[in-house]
């Protein structure tokens, strides 16, 4: 149930990605896509983390300090570096919004450090 919910947020947050890549030269459109995809993704993450914790079963995704597992381990290792360059792309997508458009390059850089690892992140999600 936990998993399908997990699957179902991931996949919502996926597509608005993608919605919100194909509207980047729109801010008016691409920023709310993007943020609305964080925000789902925020939810999975808490879904999965805290739910299981509440439920008194102990082992989330996080729960890797008491059964060392390589694809839990990854999955969690991809999905970090995922949620930082969401936030990097939101202080600097912040920024060129704020007119400063020497960001751009760098924003498009780590758009695609970003598309990696959230892909990954979701592919190694059906490992866990
Ligand atoms: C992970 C999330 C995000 C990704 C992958 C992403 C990706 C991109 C890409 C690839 C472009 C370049 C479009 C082009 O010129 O070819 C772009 C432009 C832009 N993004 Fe993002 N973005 C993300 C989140 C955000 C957020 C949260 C904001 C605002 C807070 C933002 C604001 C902007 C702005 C203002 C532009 C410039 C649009 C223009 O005037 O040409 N982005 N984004």
Same mark, same amino acid.
């Given at each position: 149930?936990?998993? *399908?919910? +997990? ?14 890549? +194909? ?47 390589? +694809? ?51 592919? *190694?999600?059906?490992?866990?």
């Amino acid at each position: 149930m936990l998993n *399908t919910v +997990a699957i179902i947020l991931s996949s919502l947050a996926i597509l608005l990605i993608f919605a919100g890549l +194909a509207v980047a030269r729109r801010p008016k459109r691409h920023v709310p896509l993007m943020y609305a995809a964080f925000a789902v993704d925020m939810i999975a993450l808490a879904i999965v983390e805290l739910a299981p914790l509440f439920q008194g079963d102990v082992d989330p995704v996080s729960g890797l300090a008491r059964e060392f597992e390589w +694809a839990k381990t990854i999955h969690a290792t991809l999905a970090t570096i995922a949620v930082i360059a969401y936030i990097v792309q939101i202080v600097n997508g912040r920024r060129i919004l704020r007119g400063e458009r020497q960001f751009l390059p760098r924003h498009k850089r780590w758009a695609k450090i970003f598309l990696v690892f959230r892909l990954l992140a979701y592919g *190694t999600m059906f490992t866990v």
